[in-house]
């Protein structure tokens, strides 16, 4: 076996309450493509800004060579010898593609100008390695993103590099795009370049991969060769089997008589979703599973407005309606808590109180605005009903933990009373008992005749939550189970092994 | 206590106080104030008097800074009003009766409308057409100016018109008119920021956008209209400075306005990037300044050193709002007492 | 030949979908349109004194726009540099005329202090992550508040070394002739483009304005380039004070009011992004062009007012940051 490039050894890291990494390590052969595989969550990222130099450890080793190496930047990480290119390409899109490759350490003429002539010329050579022929003086933002990554990872070539990460490279990519890649890829290895490839595609990962490194909430699972294991035991490893305390009991019932409460015809867009089917009767818990990137966010976007649909329709108890805007999908009754909570979710600088009241003052319009008694006690109410940790609702949400944030976004549209409740994946990232509490609020309010869709990455979640379980892959609908279903055949809808 | 220095207000007035009582200090006459013939007179009066169009411009400014925009045309907007205001009295006056209302009305009517027209102008630019705030009211800046000496035809526009000298110059009940309007607008903003759901609104757009855009917030409708009435701020004003010198100077009237009109809502303790909003502050922030400019004249400072107080004025505050000039300090702090 | 000609076309069409070179050509051609308009409406608007006017009127805001283009390809903006053209023409003639420095003296300290300036806010830009566009204003208040302490007054100049200099011209042949405020701002431009192209300086600079987050992880200097685009930008507006005070032979707080205004919109409309990253400084040299001669035009016909000036460049500003918009959302 050839020598270890890179050693990671028992690397934490946790950011207040929340434990991002625990004791995780990594081993990188020189000369092999090393997969990193996990759920949302799961501390991939993590790991990555831990080896870039972006964040530092509270504990752990990490060995460059057989060299202990401690990056304080991304800079000093690609000093070093590792280099990472991101998915959200990080180079100049203005500049040319020469100049991308160059910047930072430019050739010059005698007269102490750029020299030009041998920039395009170098830049030619890099990007031949690497079988790439293209105008080198365009600017690279007209190109790809796929040639834009070339690009990325020619300039790691040009800084000789000896660990090359690659976060998620392939998500934008199509079909001949991630061949090309791949090709590329195995060039490198062949150089005895050790690669850290990212991604959620479990096919790809089989393609192209000698070993595979699981990580499951901030721990490792185990290091595996990935001619040894089976999709299904992948992703199982991936998913879990964490126990889910709240279940529902009586599943199922009532629902099949229950009135069609939103009913989506075709709804897709391009690049984005292709056109899906879905209905969900009032009272029902539909999950919606699926892996990263395989259209979930996506559809709960368009379903509330937030990204227009180029194609089908919403009909809302039987009419169709027009969803242009959040502001639309609330006044149908709609209610999103969107996947990142901290962009989208909730706004830092108000009060829980204000946060809370947000979504319901602004269906009820500016000029109708409950007084601060009602405010309060309407703040009061949800706070102690969903267990929400904190002194006084004028505190600001900022000062929150994660899943007490995540709380009061749930809250803000538990004020409104919704009739659709679109949860994108609403335990990611919080603790434990939050994940219960959060779990158990919504079988509540299912019994109590609002319809769910529940969006999860946690097989488990999904099968002891759901009343139907639709899953996505590759931004179109694979299939739909009933409750009851085993996880194993969630598993193989998800993995595409049916 | 400890609550009254970390009141949002408390540092401006503080400041202002502070002016007010070095200029008694030096000057006993000055905090003094006459009760002459109805009116009440004295350098107090003076300075909230003269201080109302700042005030009004700054209180529009503050709103739409909040939503992380930025108005710099409102010294065009305020040319622009004046200008119209007073070509519809020149207009008017020869076909009306002998001390007939009608012209005033017509003015303040016809300088509000072209105001808010300018004000959804600017927030169109900014909401459909997605520039920068700055960069869309950069426009009206520059070609603002220039339409109001079309309207003008490049002369200074003198109004001989006595019933429009009220605005400016009138007194009601021993009080300056001007007082009036500025109070009147803040209560009705104060009333309608707290009463209606728009200052909750307002603080959620500035805070995060995008996080108001999903919660359902109209930001869409609610921008465009700070726009205006940011714009019907510098539209009033403009009717106070054309009033109050009986003329509308389509090139010099409102001169830097947007820069003291900034100023002032920075020295309210307001956010410049948004969110945070302190109306009350700007007020106390207009105040500040044009206590500042009484001052130095009073003083007989030459009148130049204004610019060069305002500008150390407005940097002391930028670098306080800073976090990493504040962690500076705190280091500094520390090791000062330690070698001390 | 036919396929040499498709070759050429193609180029031509690919050139012309990079926003910057169409924003620039559009800025080209409506100059060129202006001038053949000027041309056909009025006699001897062609001659070619009528055209080196342009470069002789409009040297400061050619100089003050050269430097606000890299301010602004940073993706910042500098509101200062009308205030500082006025504070360096009152320093300049208070010195040679009041305290008799030769001028050669005189325009040197200005220039430094006129740098040093400029590095000041840039460094309070980026130490402590203020607005550019409020640390600037504050810089235009300072500048314009210490012009105006120096003297209130207008400073006439009769040095004879400055009236010399103000006296001279460089023929061109033809009875055509530039003034050497007109030559320093040409020369300006030349020098700016090289450093704008081919100096890493350059280059870091256009790659802040792309994407500060990548030049920092590309290892690029962006705080000292930061500090230097600004103190660029005083030294151009000194430069530009030096001018003005050779052009007017005075030194007046009142100079260049506006001026920063002009600059920004002759830097847009010479095709340089207000969100920083593309441009280029022949644009503004255009930019600077297409602003003067429509001052021309109103000249030359006499019935128009000054006014109209404003409005147009506002139209013209409205017209491009459109077309900017539109070009980015296309892209």
Redesign the interface.
């Given at each position: 076996m050839s020598a270890v490039a890179l050693r990671a050894e028992g690397l934490s890291k946790r950011f207040g309450a929340t434990v991002a990494l625990d004791g995780a390590s990594l081993v990188l052969r020189a000369g092999e493509i090393h997969a990193l595989m996990g759920q949302n969550g799961a501390g991939k990222s993590t790991l990555i800004r831990l080896l870039t130099g972006a964040q530092s450890p509270d504990s752990g080793t990490i060995q460059l060579d057989g060299q202990l190496i401690a990056p304080t930047t991304p800079l000093e990480a690609q000093r070093a010898g590792i280099s990472t290119v991101y998915q959200e390409v990080n180079l100049c899109p203005n500049l040319s593609v020469a100049e991308n490759l160059y910047a930072g350490r430019f050739p010059r003429h005698w007269t102490g100008l750029i020299d030009h002539a041998q920039v395009r010329e170098g830049a030619r050579r890099l990007l031949a390695e690497l079988q790439l022929y293209i105008d080198v003086d365009r600017p690279l933002g007209s190109y790809p993103v796929a040639v834009q990554q070339m690009v990325a990872i020619a300039r790691a070539l040009g800084v000789s590099a000896r660990v090359l990460i690659l976060d998620e490279p392939t998500s934008s990519l199509d079909q001949h795009e991630v061949r090309e890649l791949f090709t590329v890829m195995r060039r490198l290895r062949e150089r005895g370049m050790a690669i850290l490839f990212v991604t959620h595609f479990l096919d790809q990962v089989y393609a192209i991969s000698d070993r595979i490194t699981v990580l499951r909430n901030g721990a490792l699972v185990g290091e595996f060769a990935t001619a040894g294991l089976t999709q299904s035991a992948l992703v199982a490893a991936m998913v879990g089997r964490e126990v889910v305390a709240a279940a529902r009991d009586s599943r199922n019932a009532g629902t099949a008589g229950a009135p069609l409460l939103v009913e989506v015809q075709g709804l897709g867009r391009r690049n984005a979703l292709e056109a899906v089917d879905l209905h969900i009767h009032a009272g029902e818990v539909l999950g919606l599973g699926g892996l990263l990137g395989s259209g979930r966010t996506q559809l709960a976007r368009l379903l509330f407005g937030l990204d227009r649909a180029d194609c089908g329709q919403v009909r809302v108890a039987g009419e169709p309606v027009a969803l242009r805007q959040p502001s639309d999908a609330v006044a149908q009754g709609f209610a999103l808590c969107p996947e990142e909570r901290k962009t989208e979710g909730i706004v830092a600088g108000l009060s829980v109180r204000e946060n809370i009241v947000l979504s319901l003052q602004a269906r009820g319009g500016w000029w109708r605005a409950m007084t601060l008694d009602r405010q309060q006690s309407l703040a009061r109410e949800l706070v102690q009903r969903l267990g929400i940790k904190v002194a006084d609702v004028e505190t600001p949400v900022g000062a929150l933990s994660g899943g007490n944030q995540q709380k009061v976004v749930l809250a803000r549209w538990l004020a409104t009373t919704p009739r659709l409740l679109i949860l994108d994946e609403p335990t990611r990232g919080i603790d434990v008992a939050a994940r219960q509490e959060i779990m158990g609020e919504i079988l509540r309010l299912a019994q109590q005749g609002m319809g769910v869709l529940f969006i999860s990455a946690e097989l488990e979640e999904l099968t002891r939550l759901c009343d139907r379980i639709a899953v996505l892959r590759d931004r179109r609908k694979a299939g739909e189970l009933l409750a009851g279903c085993d996880g194993q055949q969630v598993l193989d809808l998800i993995a595409g092994e049916s | 206590m400890r609550r009254l220095f970390v009141h949002p207000t408390f540092w401006p007035l503080a400041a202002l106080a502070l002016l007010l009582m070095a200029n008694g200090l030096f000057n006993p006459g000055f905090l003094a104030l006459q009760w002459r013939g109805g009116h009440l007179y004295g350098n107090l009066i003076d300075i909230a008097n003269r201080a109302a169009p700042l005030a009004l411009v700054s209180m529009g400014m503050t709103l739409v800074i909040a939503v992380r925009g930025?108005d710099i045309s409102v010294g065009a907007v305020l040319a622009i009003a004046a200008t119209i205001a007073a070509a519809t009295i020149t207009h008017l006056q020869a076909g009306s009766a002998q001390g007939s209302l009608l012209p005033l009305f017509a003015a303040i009517g016809a300088a509000l409308v072209a105001a808010a027209l300018c004000g959804l102008w600017n927030g169109l630019l900014v909401v459909k057409?997605?520039?920068?705030p700055?960069?869309?009211t950069?426009?009206?800046?520059?070609?603002?100016?220039?339409?109001a000496?079309?309207i003008s035809?490049?002369q200074i526009l003198t109004i001989y018109y006595a019933p429009y000298a009220f605005l400016g110059n009138g007194f009601l009940l021993g009080l300056p008119f001007a007082l009036y309007l500025v109070v009147a607008v803040f209560i009705a903003l104060k009333l309608l920021l707290t009463?209606?759901?728009?200052g909750?609104?307002i603080?959620?757009i500035g805070?995060?956008p995008?996080?108001?855009?999903?919660?359902?917030?109209?930001a869409?409708t609610?921008t465009p209209a700070l726009y205006v009435f940011c714009a019907c701020c510098a539209g009033m004003a403009g009717l106070l400075v054309s009033s109050n010198v009986a003329s509308a100077d389509?090139n010099n009237a409102g001169q830097l306005l947007e820069?003291d009109a900034?100023l002032a809502v920075?020295l309210g303790g307001s956010a410049?990037?948004g969110?945070?909003f302190n109306l009350f502050g700007s007020l106390v922030g207009a105040l500040i300044i044009q206590t500042l400019t009484t001052t130095i004249y009073s003083i007989g400072v030459?009148p130049?050193?204004?610019?060069?107080?305002?500008?150390?004025l407005?940097?002391l505050v930028?670098?306080l709002q800073?976090?990493?000039?504040r962690q500076q300090l705190r280091m500094l702090a520390p090791a000062a007492r330690s070698s001390a | 030949m036919s396929s040499d000609a498709a070759v050429v076309r193609h180029t031509l069409a690919r050139r012309l979908g990079d926003p910057a070179v169409l924003s620039l050509t559009v800025t080209v051609s409506l100059f060129v349109v202006l001038s053949l308009a000027g041309g056909m409406r009025f006699d001897g608007f062609l001659a070619p004194q009528v055209f080196l006017n342009l470069f002789i009127d409009n040297a400061g805001l050619l100089v003050v726009a050269v430097g606000m283009t890299f301010v602004i390809l940073t993706g910042g903006i500098d509101l200062s540099v009308g205030a500082v053209v006025a504070f360096t023409t009152v320093l300049l003639a208070s010195l040679v005329q009041h305290h008799r420095w030769h001028p050669l003296a005189a325009m040197l300290l200005a220039l430094l202090v006129g740098t040093g300036f400029g590095a000041a806010m840039g460094f309070t830009i980026h130490r402590y992550r203020l607005q550019p566009f409020v640390v600037t204003l504050a810089g235009m208040f300072l500048a314009r508040g210490v012009a105006t302490l120096i003297s209130v007054d207008s400073i006439g100049i009769d040095n004879s070394f400055q009236m010399a200099v103000a006296g001279l011209r460089i023929p061109l042949g033809g009875g055509t002739s530039l003034s050497v405020g007109a030559v320093t701002a040409l020369a300006v431009v030349v020098i700016a483009t090289l450093v704008s192209r081919s100096t890493p300086f350059g280059r870091t600079v256009c790659a802040i304005g792309g994407s500060e987050a990548s030049a920092l992880l590309m290892g690029l200097p962006v705080g000292a380039t930061l500090v230097r685009v600004y103190a660029l930008s005083g030294f151009c507006a000194a430069l530009a004070g030096v001018l003005y005070t050779v052009y007017m032979l005075s030194g007046y707080s009142l100079h260049g009011t506006g001026l920063e205004l002009d600059a920004i919109a002759a830097v847009v409309i010479g095709g340089t992004l207000l969100s920083g990253g593309t441009g280029q400084v022949p644009g503004t040299l255009f930019g600077v062009l297409v602003l003067g001669l429509i001052q021309t035009l109103i000249v030359f016909d006499g019935t128009l007012s000054s006014w109209w000036t404003r409005i147009v460049i506002g139209v013209l500003l409205l017209f491009f940051c459109l077309m900017q918009r539109l070009l980015l959302r296309r892209t």
């Open positions: - | 930025l057409a997605g520039m920068q700055i960069v869309a950069l426009i009206l800046m520059v070609a603002g100016r220039g339409l000496q079309l035809d490049g009463r209606t759901a728009l909750l609104f603080r959620a805070d995060n995008l996080a108001a855009h999903v919660a359902g917030v109209r869409h609610i389509a820069l900034i920075s410049l990037t969110g945070r030459p130049q050193v204004n610019l060069v107080v305002k500008a150390v407005v940097m930028l670098l800073s976090p990493q000039f | -």
